[in-house]
């Protein structure tokens, strides 16, 4: 049930783009991607809903392909402050459950 | 801004002991949800509330783990006995409403370790 993320990590240079990719056995109602640092808890960074509608973040986009069950996560120019382990997480009625994860690290 | 408040931050506690976590959510959030983060590992949902009632407590390991949020607002998560296995951080988070299409607010989580 768990969503599986890749790639596992990435280590980039500041600057440069990333993808992050979701993939869930189960259908999709909606897709929620979290950054957390280490030590820290999760922070919201955007939601996709079936249908569409996206709200969320400013510089990072995202993609949610219903039919394949997949979501992705695009970083453009990415800043020392991206680091961190982002999380997809997806959601079919009440239940929820958090992806693998993916630790990005930027370097200078 | 409104937090999530959890506490405490930090729990050493021995083997076979018992162990509670309290969590107050954001005022007027409908649900809670009580994770379970392994380090290294995606949290874990263990049990989500809407209001005082459990909707999904699949993955919680009934025989020594209880919650319960008994007025529809602050929670707790007890753990009795605790093993060395249950070492690991536990987030609460809460959302304003009660389907999955808005966002979770995150605690700052409470640490425990077991020995």
């Known amino acids: 049930q768990q969503p599986v993320q890749s790639p596992q990590a990435v280590i980039l240079r500041e600057g440069e783009d990333a993808v992050i990719n979701c993939s869930s056995s189960k259908a999709l109602y909606s897709v929620h991607w979290y950054r957390q640092k280490h030590g820290e808890a999760p922070v919201f960074l955007m939601i996709?809903?079936?249908?569409?509608e996206q709200k969320g973040h400013e510089k990072i986009s995202a993609s949610f392909n219903e039919k394949k069950q997949q979501s992705s996560l695009y970083l453009t120019a990415s800043q020392l402050s991206y680091s961190g382990t982002y999380f997809c997480?997806?959601?079919?009625?009440?239940?929820?459950?958090f992806g693998t994860g993916t630790s990005l690290t930027v370097i200078p | 801004e409104a937090e999530v408040a959890q506490s405490p931050r930090y729990k050493i506690t021995e083997k076979s002991q018992a162990v509670a976590f309290w969590c107050d959510p954001i005022s007027g959030h409908a649900t809670l949800y009580w994770y379970r983060q392994i380090l290294g590992q995606g949290p874990e949902l263990l049990v989500q509330?809407?209001?005082?009632?459990?909707?999904?407590d699949s993955q919680l390991p009934k025989d020594r783990f209880s919650a319960e949020r008994l007025k529809g607002v602050d929670s707790t998560l007890k753990i009795q006995p605790a093993e060395l296995g249950d070492s690991a951080m536990y987030l609460c988070?809460?959302?304003?409403?009660?389907?999955?299409?808005?966002?979770?607010?995150f605690g700052q989580g409470t640490r425990l370790t077991v020995v």
């Open positions: 996709l809903l079936k249908g569409g």
């Open positions: 997480g997806t959601g079919a009625g009440n239940q929820f459950y």
């Open positions: 509330f809407q209001d005082e009632s459990v909707v999904d």
């Open positions: 988070a809460s959302s304003p409403r009660r389907d999955m299409n808005t966002e979770a607010f």
